[in-house]
């Protein structure tokens, strides 16, 4: 795949793709349908996570019906607010065993999708802030340029 080839827009609801004719889910939502009837920490939160995305780089966030994604030319990462915490994942390059990681999806040596909980701005330390530059990495697509290397 060529990192370079310009993203592919959806003629229905105008999202950009790295994929041409990528399956998703057409809809218009905003922030406040995920955040209504959840406490304010909740969404204070969520803005401290986006501000650390924001740090590494420029993100598109796009509310889904039942998420949120975070894009630079693919997803690289989503949160679910619920009323006591977010729940999300990362997609890295590698797979990373850590307690911290709920679950770990395998869809390709590439590409594996790694689920956690944040429940205190304490969450979002260093360790937490690494996973996230890594897969900012891989929503640029840097992981499938020729001689990439895996962390």
């Given at each position: 795949?060529?990192?370079?080839?310009?993203?592919?827009?959806?003629?229905?609801?105008?999202?950009?793709?790295?994929?041409?004719?990528?399956?998703?889910?057409?809809?218009?939502?905003?922030?406040?349908?995920?955040?209504?009837?959840?406490?304010?920490?909740?969404?204070?939160?969520?803005?401290?996570?986006?501000?650390?995305?924001?740090?590494?780089?420029?993100?598109?966030i796009l509310p889904e019906?039942?998420?949120?994604?975070?894009?630079?030319?693919?997803?690289?990462?989503?949160?679910?607010?619920?009323?006591?915490?977010?729940?999300?994942?990362?997609?890295?390059?590698?797979?990373?065993?850590?307690?911290?990681?709920?679950?770990?999806?395998?869809?390709?040596?590439?590409?594996?999708?790694?689920?956690?909980?944040?429940?205190?701005?304490?969450?979002?330390?260093?360790?937490?802030?690494?996973?996230?530059?890594?897969?900012?990495?891989?929503?640029?697509?840097?992981?499938?340029?020729?001689?990439?290397?895996?962390?």
């Open positions: 795949m060529k990192v370079s080839q310009p993203l592919w827009r959806c003629a229905t609801c105008g999202r950009e793709f790295a994929n041409r004719n990528q399956s998703h889910a057409c809809g218009t939502y905003d922030l406040d349908h995920h955040f209504r009837n959840k406490p304010p920490e909740i969404r204070a939160l969520f803005d401290r996570v986006v501000a650390l995305i924001e740090a590494i780089g420029p993100v598109r019906k039942t998420r949120i994604a975070f894009q630079v030319r693919m997803s690289f990462a989503q949160l679910t607010p619920r009323r006591r915490w977010l729940d999300g994942h990362v997609v890295l390059a590698r797979r990373v065993e850590h307690e911290r990681f709920r679950r770990i999806e395998t869809f390709s040596p590439r590409n594996h999708l790694h689920t956690f909980r944040i429940s205190s701005p304490l969450d979002l330390d260093a360790e937490f802030a690494s996973w996230v530059t890594e897969a900012y990495a891989v929503g640029e697509q840097r992981h499938l340029a020729r001689g990439a290397r895996i962390r």
